[in-house]
C-alpha cells in the first residue's frame, strides 16, 4: 500500500493530528459560509498555498496533487456555469478545491498509522452502543492508502499511453485504471482474509 505521507519536522508536522482534523473542520465550515465574492475565491486559493508552505511541502509535490484534481474542478466548474453566475460558480469550485488541498495536506504530513489511532480513540466512547472503532480505523486507513494507490495507476496509464505516442482520447485511462482497482481490491480482500478481517 501506497502512503501520502511526507516525512518532515515542520510546525505541521508536529502538530497533533486531532487538532490537525479539528482545524480542517473550522476552516472547511468558515469557507462554506462565506459569501460569494472574490475575497472568498482569494482567501481559498490563499489557505492551502500558506498550508504546503508552513508544512515545507515543494511546488512540484504540489502541483501532483493538484493535477489529479483537474477532470473533478473542470467538471464541477462547467457544471455551475449552467446554472449560477460566473462568481458563485467560481466562489464554489474554490471552496471545494480549497478544502481538498487542505485535507491533502493534513495525510501529506501526519502518519496513516496516527490518523487510525486517532479516529480509534475519538470513537472508543461508541463501543457501548455495539460500533468497533478498531474496523472503522481499518476502513479509514484503507482509504487514505487506497487514494495513493489509485492516483499511482492513473500516473502509470496515462505515462504508459503517452509513451506509445499513440493518439488516445482523454478518458482512454479510464478501463485500465478500472482494470487496475479491481485487482488492488481483490489483494487487498485477500490480504484481509489471510489476517482474520474478513466479513
Given at each position: 500500500m501506497?502512503?501520502?505521507?511526507?516525512?518532515?519536522?515542520?510546525?505541521?508536522?508536529?502538530a497533533p493530528p486531532a487538532l490537525k482534523l479539528a482545524v480542517l473542520t473550522a476552516v472547511a465550515l468558515t469557507l462554506s459560509f462565506a459569501p460569494a465574492s472574490w475575497w472568498t475565491v482569494?482567501?481559498?486559493?490563499?489557505a492551502p498555498a500558506l498550508a504546503f508552505l508552513l508544512a515545507g511541502i515543494g511546488p512540484g509535490t504540489v502541483w501532483q496533487d493538484l493535477r489529479q484534481l483537474v477532470p473533478l474542478l473542470v467538471i464541477l466548474a462547467v457544471g455551475q456555469l449552467i446554472f449560477l453566475d460566473l462568481l458563485s460558480a467560481a466562489t464554489n469550485t474554490a471552496r471545494v478545491l480549497s478544502i481538498i488541498l487542505l485535507a491533502q495536506c493534513i495525510t501529506r504530513t501526519t502518519p496513516m498509522t496516527a490518523m487510525v489511532e486517532t479516529a480509534e480513540r475519538f470513537l472508543a466512547p461508541l463501543?457501548?452502543?455495539?460500533?468497533?472503532?478498531?474496523?472503522?480505523?481499518?476502513?479509514?486507513?484503507?482509504?487514505?492508502?487506497a487514494i495513493g494507490q489509485l492516483s499511482s495507476f492513473v500516473s502509470d496509464v496515462r505515462d504508459a499511453q503517452r509513451s506509445r505516442g499513440v493518439r488516445l482520447p482523454p478518458w482512454s485511462w479510464v478501463v485500465p485504471v478500472l482494470v487496475l482497482a479491481l485487482r488492488y481490491a481483490d489483494d487487498v480482500g485477500d490480504a484481509l482474509e489471510a489476517r482474520g478481517q474478513g466479513g
Open positions: 501506497i502512503s501520502l505521507y511526507l516525512p518532515g519536522r515542520s510546525l505541521i508536522h508536529r482569494a482567501v481559498c486559493l490563499a463501543r457501548r452502543f455495539g460500533v468497533r472503532p478498531e474496523r472503522i480505523g481499518l476502513a479509514m486507513g484503507l482509504v487514505l492508502t
